[in-house]
């Protein structure tokens, strides 16, 4: 009981740190909760199990743990965004392409399971499913009325069960609880009776959080193949704060203000189907297919009381991600893990593709390995370079924000650590 203690006491450290996890993924989901999926690209991820961090991505998997297992990570992603002007019309003049929008985040996680009986099973995962950080490194960017920083960061603390039905099936459940922190930074052209006048810069920044479920399932089909089905549920969340108004470039002294601000957003549900088969004693193979309802956010509008309300037009689609893998067992001691995968924006138009996402679809190559310590403590690393063909950009949803015409060069890089532990 003492480990298990001591083991919570760890993953509820684990919190605190979580608040500042940010990163850019499809969307502004982050597939990242742990790293021991990453040399896979998460193939196989709600059928694997091979640690407690199965939790998030299936938590009838808990079920294949015995004892009390722990497990927790990091990864560091590395995105880069850079903008080409090409033709942009705005309020004031257009500035410089604003440098490169992508900067470093770190990803942790952390998770516990708990075999109570034969049959029954607990758990514990925190981690950050979503977060997002677009900051372009000039404020008189030719795009500043549309965005000049974007971040959103999310904890989410997911208690779960899991009941050995027989020894070919399992099932999984649990809630989440998530807490959403966000700002968004952009200027504000400043009208007078001759015309422009200069700029105003308008920051708001909301806190909230919300409730969600989801469930799980295993089969183990043959003695070689195993499938996985899981389901997250939607998280609506409805943070509030303040919206601050501030003078940056208009010659005539203005003084600050400050409003209450509020929104809403309905974060998307998702569903992974997953396979995992063992060719031989050497080879393993992995399959995913997942899909997000991203079609839940239609726009952002934050309400900002006397100063009128703030929408970002984005209509969003519903998402699909597709992931192949293998894993090839060296020897007692290594694993060597590769995968591939295809990962849809929901992001499927020039002209709704916001400054603050400038998101497309992109191919995963992934490459990792796993260590096996001893028979109780396991490490893996993994590594993935994100491809994105070029983004064309021509948002003109908002008149009053002008237009930003051009194109965006964007990659991303992914490296993680996992450490894995059973009692």
Same mark, same amino acid.
């Given at each position: 009981m003492k480990k298990v203690v001591s083991s919570i006491r760890?993953?509820?450290?684990?919190?605190?740190?979580?608040?500042?996890?940010?990163a850019h993924a499809a969307g502004f989901q982050i597939m990242e909760q742990n790293a021991s999926g990453l040399g896979n690209a998460y193939a196989g991820s709600g059928a694997i199990a091979e640690n407690a961090s199965t939790i998030y991505y299936n938590p009838a998997g808990m079920t294949r743990l015995q004892g009390v297992n722990v497990s927790g990570g990091l990864t560091a992603i590395r995105p880069s965004f850079k903008f080409d002007n090409e033709g942009s019309r705005v309020p004031g003049a257009t500035g410089?392409?604003?440098g490169d929008a992508g900067s470093w985040a770190v990803v942790p996680n952390a998770y516990m399971s708990w075999e109570l009986t034969p049959s029954w099973y607990l758990g514990l995962g925190v981690g950050a499913p979503f977060g997002l950080m677009t900051e372009y490194e000039d404020g008189n960017w030719t795009g500043r009325y549309h965005s000049k920083k974007f971040e959103i960061k999310t904890v989410n603390v997911n208690p779960s069960i899991a009941y050995k039905v027989n020894d070919r099936l399992s099932l999984g459940a649990g809630v989440n609880w998530m807490y959403l922190d966000a700002e968004f930074s952009r200027a504000v052209p400043a009208?007078?009776?001759?015309?422009?006048m200069g700029d105003? *810069?308008?920051?708001?920044?909301?806190?909230? +959080?919300?409730? !969600?479920w989801n469930l799980g399932a295993q089969y183990q089909v043959t003695p070689e193949t195993r499938i996985g089905l899981s389901y997250r549920s939607k998280v609506k969340i409805d943070p509030d704060g303040s919206?601050?108004?501030?003078?940056?470039?208009?010659?005539?002294?203005?003084?600050?203000?400050?409003?209450?601000?509020?929104?809403s957003v309905e974060l998307p549900d998702t569903a992974i189907?997953?396979?995992?088969? +063992?060719?031989?004693?050497?080879?393993?193979?992995?399959? *995913?297919?997942?899909?997000?309802?991203?079609s839940s956010i239609k726009s952002l509008d934050i309400d900002n009381g006397p100063l009128g309300q703030d929408s970002l037009d984005l209509r969003f689609? *519903?998402?699909?991600?597709?992931?192949? !893998?293998?894993n090839y067992r060296l020897n007692q001691q290594w694993t060597l893990k590769s995968g591939l995968a295809w990962d849809q924006s929901p992001v499927d138009s020039d002209t709704y593709r916001p400054t603050s996402l400038p998101d497309n679809n992109r191919y995963w190559v992934s490459v990792g390995a796993q260590y096996n310590v001893n028979d109780r403590t396991t490490v893996d690393v993994g590594y993935t370079h994100l491809f994105l063909k070029n983004t064309s950009i021509n948002n003109d949803t908002d008149p009053t924000k002008g237009t930003v015409r051009g194109n965006y060069d964007s990659n991303a890089n992914l490296i993680g650590v996992q450490v894995s532990h059973r009692f």
């Open positions: 760890i993953i509820s450290a684990v919190v605190a740190g979580l608040a500042a996890a940010n410089p392409n604003g009208m007078g009776p001759v015309g422009y105003l *810069d308008a920051t708001v920044k909301l806190k909230g +959080d919300g409730w !969600g919206t601050k108004l501030t003078n940056q470039s208009v010659p005539a002294p203005i003084p600050a203000r400050s409003v209450n601000a509020a929104t189907f997953s396979v995992v088969h +063992d060719l031989n004693s050497k080879w393993q193979l992995l399959a *995913d297919v997942s899909w997000t309802g991203w689609r *519903d998402t699909w991600r597709v992931a192949l !893998g293998a």
